[in-house]
């Protein structure tokens, strides 16, 4: 045991331990056993619901554990159920995906769960070593999640070009670190947040805030770091872009509100500045482009760079509402994204890959009720009542106003009603344009049966009684303003 | 009758006919579809009529109260109530929404579930928003009915649909997410003051914002509004969507969606900001009068009887805008009136239309002529409901016009002008069209055997003609129940706020805004009700 890990660091990282031990139980499964598809996705399910009962009773903590490096406390309790709800909903959607594409299926639960243990160490990381370390665990998951359809050439540039680009992000990021540390000399968010406290500030920092920004902001794909994200949102296996899309996006806005809102709350005017403008061009962008897209998953990809847009007005604004509502939206972000994609994961049968936007011609013929679905899916993704993502927008769209970013929040309304002219292609493809629908008939197994049901219960609930969300990423958001206010005391 | 309701008549005139679209989702017979749709949207109208009897119109309170807690964290409340104003709206609703559906049931004859489930829960949306006093719940309601609306156009539409239901939409939602961040703005600033979160729009009425945030508050709800009413120059998806909409939707459209707009300057801009509302002024007249006059003008140039008829709509909406910016009680009275009278004659006026569209399948003018000869009822129901729109005396339009033109006519004699010229050409373009589609000989021999209305036909004009023919009589019932809703509203934008000089400490501004504040106190005096007696 290392020198001053205490028996009580080992139970609050339990979560990620028993996630860790599931993954390497699914990895010797899948060789003793390689033919038990069902019995290994059983494991991987049970292994993500262990988990996330034993992270839900963290919630309301607020230590600090294994030396300084990780934080116990709402904020990553919050961000770690929607990470492992983003998994379970995943591996849900998954399987009968990866029969079709003919995957084999061991490695690749093996993998979504290495990628959740890292985005669980993000969400935790109170320090720029464990914080990088945890991205890295994720990113190198997904390098090879991403180029899972080895025969299949879009999947394999995706994978290239996520390797390349990610790898250089890293590299810019970690020099940004480096940048930090060698102005500080520590590591630890609290010691650099104390370190910097009361000091002009010079232009190493800036170069630094400039440096952690441009990494973050490639991992979050906001413009104009997004290069990556349609090419490998089109060429990854779709379930791995939904994970892609949610969990490693919510992990990497973890990790960069605790390095910007904790670590360096010194220099909030510089990248409050420098958010406001990366939201304002990814939502503008992201939306624009998508406006074109006649592929669903590029289309898909192009509006999550517009809700990054959305989702960085909480970084903005760095109030306690703001990163309540950053929170509340990622809350109701997971659901309606996870089940748009899963519409899209269902749509890949054998004859058909099926993610084309004229695809989904006659969905609502042909099975109305996922039809439905993705029309609620793509409503909720615009904004509409009484969507949850009505309510994740007006209160982000509320704190803009509320901190008195006034213009942010008129250029965010207006591209949320600009946005609403492709989502509603959607609905005009499945409802309103009576061609014959193509392909095979749609078969929706019972493992997607539940990834749609929970997706959809979920966009329709937050959307009509969200109190139970408000409720949380208000005290979660408490929580990380609270350890920036006691950083004062206990910095080192 | 009672302020806080025992029983939650409300809800349950907002929930008949959400819960009619739920049915409907476990039948798949035609007839018997259409058979529970009726159903439901006739006794959607029945429970709502306990309204009219019940209401306390001499009590200023909200009635029927309905209390909830809805987000708490947020404090947005499931907070719904009713005064006059909202329950004329409510009975218009109900009644448009019986009326609509029955005359769908041999117009639509494809996907019939999905026109009837979009129809029903439009109605829903609509109640709710007129119903709601919590302004989030009010937003909620507000935007919900885009949706059905939007599929109404789009699936049933005619030729253009698509893009008239995306314009529909998109011009609606740019200017509802602006008012959004206004009343986020309202909400944020009655924080700041009184300490309390909360959406209630009771409470709102009786903020006093500074002027300048007054002003931009004013400009993003007026967006919202302006472009539901629709004024000029925000009403350009109007005759786009009329045209293409089936019948039933330009029927709800014509009759009650507009109204969503003057109800949200009534209950909201009004009241919330009437500082600004004065200021304003100006401008929104111009507006109005020119809606008033280009409607007019571009309705007498259409060669489709629709279009014509929608674009009526603008220059009639610029007339009930014309009387609500007059801040005068009798203008606003009149304007409240003309707003049902509009949703009678224009409504009727659009299935009309879609009478003899369902039999010739043409909109075009000149494809009609003579009608008067093959089809006499339909051509007496025309006459009452033209006479109706252009406002002769012993019909309803009458009245509302008279009040408005009263309530304009003191605060400036140049605006009574222009609206009363809007009258006289909105008697010019619908009696033109009344010529050339009824008069003359029957020269298009496809005309010559069109059966005239049959029993059902007639069962959607009757309650239409009835209304017309008792608000010209005895307008009072109504006029009563409006009393203390205008008195409300006048209280906020007449004497309550200090001359608003006194808000600037720079005498500039105070001498470049109208020298309006005179004119409406001297107006204060005038009994509400002097003209319609």
Redesign the interface.
């Given at each position: 045991m290392p020198a001053g890990f205490s028996a009580a660091d080992f139970l609050y990282i339990l979560p990620e331990l028993v996630l860790i031990g599931g993954a390497m139980l699914l990895l010797s499964l899948s060789v003793l056993v390689p033919r038990r598809d069902g019995l290994l996705l059983w494991t991987a399910l049970a292994t993500v619901a262990v988990t996330l009962v034993l992270v839900v009773r963290f919630f309301g903590l607020d230590v600090t554990a294994a030396r300084g490096l990780l934080a116990i406390d709402s904020f990553a309790a919050f961000f770690k159920v929607i990470v492992l709800l983003s998994a379970a909903l995943t591996l849900l959607m998954s399987a009968p995906y990866l029969r079709v594409e003919g995957i084999r299926v061991g490695e690749y639960y093996f993998l979504i769960l290495c990628a959740t243990v890292g985005m669980m160490f993000m969400a935790s990381g109170v320090e720029l070593i464990t914080l990088f370390i945890g991205l890295e665990t994720m990113a190198v998951s997904f390098y090879v999640l991403v180029g899972f359809l080895k025969p299949n050439p879009r999947s394999n540039e995706a994978a290239v070009k996520y390797f390349l680009l990610g790898g250089f992000s890293l590299g810019i990021l970690l020099y940004g670190m480096s940048l930090i540390y060698g102005v500080t000399g520590t590591t630890s968010l609290a010691g650099i947040a104390a370190a910097l406290r009361g000091q002009d500030t010079s232009l190493v920092l800036v170069l630094a805030v400039i440096l952690v920004g441009a990494g973050m902001g490639f991992k979050i794909a906001a413009v104009p770091f997004h290069m990556w994200a349609p090419d490998v949102y089109e060429g990854a296996p779709t379930p791995v872009t939904a994970f892609l899309s949610v969990g490693s996006k919510a992990a990497s806005f973890a990790m960069l509100l605790r390095i910007f809102v904790v670590g360096l709350p010194a220099l909030a005017q510089e990248w409050s500045l420098l958010f406001y403008v990366l939201a304002v061009i990814s939502m503008t962008v992201g939306n624009i482009a998508a406006l074109t897209q006649s592929n669903l998953k590029r289309m898909l990809a192009y509006s999550s760079i517009a809700h990054v847009g959305y989702l960085l007005i909480g970084v903005v604004v760095r109030t306690e509402r703001g990163v309540a509502a950053m929170l509340l939206y990622l809350g109701v972000y997971l659901f309606m994204q996870l089940g748009a994609f899963a519409i899209v994961t269902a749509q890949r049968r054998s004859d058909i890959i099926g993610d084309e936007l004229k695809d989904l011609s006659g969905l609502s013929k042909r099975n109305p009720l996922a039809a439905f679905a993705m029309g609620f899916f793509m409503?909720s993704l615009g904004?509409?009542?009484?969507t949850a993502g009505?309510m994740g927008k007006?209160?982000l769209?509320?704190a803009a106003?509320?901190a008195g970013f006034?213009w942010l929040?008129?250029i965010a309304?207006?591209n949320?009603?600009l946005s609403?002219?492709y989502y509603?292609r959607v609905v005009?493809f499945m409802?309103?344009n009576q061609e014959e629908p193509v392909g095979s008939p749609i078969v929706i197994g019972p493992a997607m049966k539940v990834a749609l049901g929970v997706a959809l219960l979920g966009t329709v609930v937050l959307g009509i009684?969200?109190?139970f969300l408000?409720?949380q990423a208000?005290v979660a958001a408490r929580t990380l303003q609270g350890i920036t206010a006691a950083t004062v005391v206990g910095g080192q | 009758m009672s302020n806080t309701a025992n029983f939650p008549l409300l809800s349950l005139i907002m929930f008949t006919p959400l819960v009619g679209a739920g049915v409907l989702l476990f039948v798949s017979k035609p007839n018997a579809i259409r058979w529970i749709a009726n159903g439901f949207a006739m006794l959607g109208f029945l429970v709502s009529l306990p309204l009219w009897f019940w209401l306390d119109t001499t009590s200023p309170d909200w009635q029927f109260v309905e209390r909830h807690e809805w987000i708490p964290s947020i404090g947005a409340e499931y907070f719904i109530g009713v005064d006059g104003f909202s329950v004329l709206l409510i009975l218009l609703a109900t009644l448009m929404g019986a009326i609509a559906v029955l005359s769908s049931w041999t117009a639509i004859t494809e996907r019939l579930k999905e026109y009837y489930i979009f129809l029903l829960v439009l109605q829903a949306g609509m109640i709710g928003a007129f119903v709601s006093l919590d302004f989030l719940l009010f937003f909620v309601f507000w935007e919900v009915m885009l949706v059905p609306m939007y599929f109404l156009i789009g699936i049933w539409g005619s030729a253009n649909r698509l893009y008239s239901a995306i314009k529909f939409f998109l011009f609606t939602l740019v200017g509802s997410v602006i008012m959004l961040l206004g009343i986020l703005a309202v909400y944020f600033y009655n924080h700041e003051v009184t300490g309390v979160y909360t959406f209630d729009i009771t409470r709102f009425h009786e903020l006093n914002m500074p002027i300048e945030l007054q002003t931009w508050v004013f400009l993003a709800f007026f967006l919202g509004f302006a472009v539901k009413v629709p004024m000029f120059p925000f009403h350009t998806w109007l005759p786009d969507a009329h045209t293409d909409a089936p019948t039933a939707g330009s029927v709800i459209l014509a009759a009650v969606l507009l109204k969503m707009g003057t109800y949200g300057f009534i209950r909201f801009s009004l009241p919330i900001l009437p500082e600004a509302t004065r200021n304003a002024v100006p401008w929104v007249v111009a507006l109005c009068i020119i809606g008033i006059i280009y409607g007019a003008l571009v309705a007498m140039a259409q060669t489709d009887w629709k279009r014509l008829v929608a674009y009526s709509s603008v220059s009639h909406m610029g007339l009930v805008m014309l009387g609500l910016f007059a801040l005068t009680p009798v203008g606003i009275t009149g304007s409240i009136l003309q707003q049902i009278n509009h949703g009678i004659a224009t409504g009727g006026l659009f299935l009309l239309v879609g009478v003899v569209y369902e039999r010739r399948h043409t909109r075009e003018i000149s494809e009609y002529g003579g009608l008067a000869k093959v089809m006499p009822a339909y051509a007496a129901v025309f006459l009452v409901l033209t006479m109706s729109s252009i406002g002769l005396p012993t019909l309803n339009g009458f009245i509302g016009e008279v009040l408005i033109l009263q309530g304009i006519f003191v605060v400036n004699k140049v605006w009574a002008g222009f609206a009363a010229t809007g009258i006289v050409l909105s008697a010019a373009y619908m009696l033109w069209l009344y010529q050339r589609t009824m008069w003359g000989t029957v020269d298009n021999p496809k005309n010559e055997h069109l059966p005239d209305l049959n029993l059902r036909e007639w069962a959607t004009f009757a309650p239409l003609l009835i209304l017309a023919v008792w608000i010209g009589l005895y307008p009072k019932p109504f006029l009563d129940r409006l009393e203390t809703s205008v008195d409300r509203v006048m209280a906020r934008v007449s004497s309550v706020y200090p001359p608003r000089n006194v808000l600037h400490d720079d005498g500039q501004d105070a001498a470049e805004l109208p020298a309006l504040d005179g004119d409406v106190s001297d107006v204060i005096e005038i009994p509400v009700r002097g003209g319609a007696r």
């Open positions: 409503l904004g509409i009542p009484p009505f007006m209160w769209f509320g106003i509320d006034i929040a008129v309304v207006a949320s009603a609403i002219y509603i005009v409802w309103i009684y969200p109190q408000f409720e208000e | -």
